[in-house]
């Protein structure tokens, strides 16, 4: 079993900054692709995501997030990091951590249901 944990949401002005974490436990094997989503009324959207086996190097992003968000990895705390900056009102949801043990490609971000494991998620609001 995978346990993932969220934290990081708040509310923050347009422009702003938040550093999302998801600490994980449980598995190693079953948590290998490391990967943000958020829920919006609108829709779900993969974020961000990257491989814990090959140390966090292949990354990969939404077009929508690019240059603005940034994943990354400390297997020494077992947490994935989602640094947003330059946020924008779009940006507001529910970001919730994910897991699978296969490895990520770019393809991972539109596939949702591969994803086995799913932490609670956490609230992120932009304002204008």
């Known amino acids: 079993q995978v346990q993932l944990v969220e934290s990081g949401g708040g509310s923050v002005q347009a422009g702003g900054s938040l550093r999302l974490s998801c600490e994980a436990s449980?598995?190693?094997?079953?948590?290998?692709?490391m990967a943000w989503f958020r829920q919006s009324p609108d829709k779900r959207e993969g974020v961000a995501a990257l491989n814990r086996r090959d140390g966090g190097l292949g990354k990969f992003y939404a077009d929508s997030v690019k240059g603005r968000f940034t994943i990354s990895l400390d297997n020494t705390k077992n947490t994935v990091y989602l640094q947003m900056d330059s946020l924008k009102p779009e940006d507001t949801a529910m970001y919730y951590c994910?897991?699978?043990?296969?490895?990520?490609?770019?393809?991972?971000?539109?596939?949702?249901?591969?994803?086995?494991?799913w932490g609670q998620g956490t609230r992120v609001n932009v304002s204008s």
């Open positions: 449980g598995n190693t094997i079953n948590r290998n692709c």
């Open positions: 994910a897991a699978k043990r296969d490895w990520c490609t770019g393809r991972s971000l539109s596939a949702a249901w591969d994803f086995g494991y």
